[in-house]
């Protein structure tokens, strides 16, 4: 639905709700679904990338083959807490949304 | 040169699903099942049509094949009964949600339980909130008319919705009566080839069906769905009168049988119209002026042409073939008074439900209806809105009290 706007009108989409542009959920934002955020201690990140790797939405960055210091992709984020759980050094804690003010 | 054979109602759907050569038919027999498919699958076998036939392995599973197939770009077709129907029921929202011409026969037959085989209308009424359009046939030659019309309303590029043709379990399925089966090209040149929107297999355009789709965007999607429902209705028109100019049949949302200057009239679908044409005919011929309009086409719902045709009637009787429990009356009395109030339309109404399961309508039951509407015109208002046709039942006078239902 991402090319569409919240101000498209009903008869400007395309029948049947098909999406004729590929490729396009990485415009879909999806930060409301989130209740508790990723946050990642980089002192304590040892770098292994599992956090990327299990990510189910691609939403940890990930740069010259290292994430630490590289941060969340939030708009993709969905909370699932799922790096949280398979980080082998704990560095990833869950934080509620309600924490923070952005 | 058009031929005039002995068929079955079955067999006349399965002769129209031949000559319309659908892409692929995907199905599955489960109880009850009818000859419509078994007699496909023997033209597909014998070489007869280029149909791909999919043996599944459920009629959710039909459903499913039947809607994949038509997202790629085919032109499908099926047919199922009563409990059939009612496994393919998640998927039939989905059909017309995407916006799939698949064309389904249904040949119409009670739920269970108990367990029962034989002609009512359950099994489509249950699914008429689903978006699909559905045509009821009165007879064989109307079952195999009304199939070839649907592909052609089904297909029209501004409607895209899935079509139901709806004929009357045994009472149509299993009688022979003589149809006139139409030149095989013929059939073809008026269903013409089929043009889909956006198929999936068009790999040069890629694009996403089904997706995610949450309280941001659905409500617009289904208010899009709503808006193909009245370019149908012009469609089924449109269809029916190419159909009479091409093969000399009429075809409309309903049909008027005596209804001109009647005073009292009944409606109904299906087969019990045939049945009230001799009864009207009756009353006729004593000076009843009574009157008949069998409903052809039960979504999309004619509601402003049925209130325009019905509301000078001094009553109508409103026969159902299905009980909506707990509800006003049956389906189809519920939304005749429903259209009949908003056109501002007085028109005494009682709701007869009859023939459930199979149960047979005689003439002179019919004309015992029309008796009834004589009596709520003569009094403005009827006493007992809700009557069961053929039940056996206790003496009203005797129990006058017990009778409130």
């Not at chain 2, 079955?10 to 009818?34: F, G, H, L």
């Not at chain 2, 149908?232 to 949302?253: C, H, M, N, P, T």
């Not at chain 2, 005689?362 to 208002?381: F, K, S, T």
Request: proline share 5%; glycine share 8%; with cysteine.
């Amino acid at each position: 639905m991402s090319h569409y706007k919240l101000d498209t009108k009903w008869h400007e989409m395309v029948s049947g709700g098909y999406i004729p542009q590929a490729g396009n959920a990485v415009e879909y934002d999806v930060s409301g679904w989130r209740t508790d955020r990723p946050v990642r201690d980089d002192e304590c990140c040892i770098d292994c990338l599992f956090c990327w790797v299990y990510c189910p939405d691609n939403a940890v960055h990930c740069e010259g083959g290292s994430v630490t210091g590289k941060g969340i992709d939030l708009v993709h984020c969905k909370g699932c807490g799922i790096c949280a759980a398979v980080c082998p050094k704990d560095c990833i804690e869950m934080v509620p949304e309600s924490e923070f003010e952005d | 040169m058009p031929q005039v054979k002995p068929m079955e109602g079955n067999q006349a759907v399965a002769e129209a699903m031949r000559q319309i050569n659908p892409d692929v038919v995907a199905a599955y027999p489960i109880t009850p099942s009818t000859e419509v498919v078994q007699t496909f699958a023997q033209f597909v076998a014998d070489g007869e049509v280029d149909t791909n036939f999919v043996a599944v392995e459920s009629e959710h599973s039909a459903m499913s094949a039947c809607t994949a197939a038509a997202a790629a770009g085919g032109r499908v077709m099926n047919a199922t009964s009563s409990a059939g129907l009612a496994l393919m029921w998640e998927i039939l929202y989905i059909t017309a949600s995407l916006r799939m011409p698949v064309i389904l026969t249904v040949v119409n037959r009670a739920l269970s339980g108990n367990l029962n085989i034989h002609c009512d209308h359950s099994d489509t009424m249950g699914a008429r909130d689903a978006g699909w359009i559905q045509i009821y046939a009165e007879n064989v030659q109307e079952s195999y008319d009304n199939l070839i019309q649907a592909v052609a309303i089904g297909e029209q590029m501004d409607v895209r919705l899935p079509v139901m043709s709806c004929l009357d379990g045994f009472l149509v399925s299993h009688s022979y009566e003589l149809l006139q089966v139409e030149d095989d090209e013929a059939v073809r040149d008026f269903v013409g080839s089929y043009q889909p929107r956006y198929p999936l297999l068009d790999v040069a355009n890629p694009l996403t069906m089904g997706p995610l789709d949450l309280y941001d965007f659905y409500f617009e999607h289904k208010r899009d769905q709503w808006a193909a429902y009245e370019p149908a209705k012009q469609a089924i028109i449109d269809v029916g009168q190419r159909f009479d100019e091409q093969f000399g049949r009429s075809y409309g949302l309903f049909e008027e049988y005596q209804l001109d200057d009647a005073e009292i009239a009944i409606v109904a679908l299906g087969s019990m119209a045939g049945t009230a044409k001799d009864a009207v005919e009756s009353l006729r011929a004593e000076g009843v002026k009574a009157g008949l309009l069998k409903l052809r086409v039960f979504r999309p719902f004619p509601a402003e042409e049925l209130a325009a045709a019905l509301s000078g009637l001094e009553a109508v009787a409103i026969c159902d073939r299905a009980a909506s429990y707990g509800g006003a009356g049956g389906p189809l009395y519920a939304e005749v008074t429903s259209a009949l109030y908003v056109a501002g339309a007085s028109v005494p109404a009682i709701n007869c439900i009859y023939g459930l399961g199979g149960r047979q309508i005689a003439p002179d039951e019919i004309i015992n209806i029309y008796r009834d509407l004589e009596r709520v015109a003569e009094e403005g208002q009827p006493d007992q809105p809700l009557e069961f046709i053929g039940v056996r039942s206790f003496d009203k006078e005797e129990h006058a009290d017990k009778y409130a239902f």
